[in-house]
């Protein structure tokens, strides 16, 4: 359900009569055209094994990767937009207002 370098997500749900739908949030979108969904490979077993993102810890109990630095910001350009928020970009702007729509007309339809 959640690409490989999301970082976070929470999902939700609410049953209508016979239907159940589903919305989830990621904080890093990555299912972008030609992307990997995740990098295959073996489970970590010391901290150099950790390469998606920098400063990450290998976490001896369940052998994952985990980061708990400040996520990276998207790349995309400039932000136009909105130009004093520096935390989303145009294009993520733009992938997550498509994503919203989209959901929103399959529940209505």
Do not use: W
């Given at each position: 359900?959640?690409?490989?370098?999301?970082?976070?997500?929470?999902?939700?749900?609410?049953?209508?009569?016979?239907?159940?739908?589903?919305s989830c949030?990621?904080?890093?979108v990555?299912g972008?055209?030609?992307?990997?969904?995740?990098?295959?490979?073996?489970?970590?077993?010391?901290?150099k094994?950790?390469?998606?993102?920098?400063?990450?810890?290998?976490?001896?109990?369940?052998?994952?990767?985990?980061?708990?630095?400040?996520p990276?910001?998207?790349?995309?350009?400039?932000?136009?937009?909105?130009?004093?928020?520096?935390?989303?970009?145009?294009?993520?702007?733009?992938?997550?207002?498509?994503?919203h729509?989209?959901?929103?007309?399959?529940?209505?339809?």
């Amino acid at each position: 359900m959640a690409h490989g370098k999301t970082l976070q997500f929470g999902c939700g749900h609410q049953v209508c009569g016979t239907n159940t739908h589903i919305s989830c949030i990621y904080n890093l979108v990555g299912g972008y055209p030609h992307s990997v969904l995740y990098e295959t490979g073996k489970a970590c077993t010391k901290n150099k094994d950790c390469t998606t993102y920098k400063g990450s810890t290998c976490e001896q109990a369940d052998h994952l990767c985990v980061f708990t630095g400040k996520p990276p910001v998207p790349g995309g350009g400039e932000n136009k937009m909105c130009r004093g928020n520096k935390e989303m970009t145009d294009p993520g702007r733009k992938a997550a207002l498509e994503a919203h729509n989209k959901r929103r007309f399959t529940i209505l339809a």
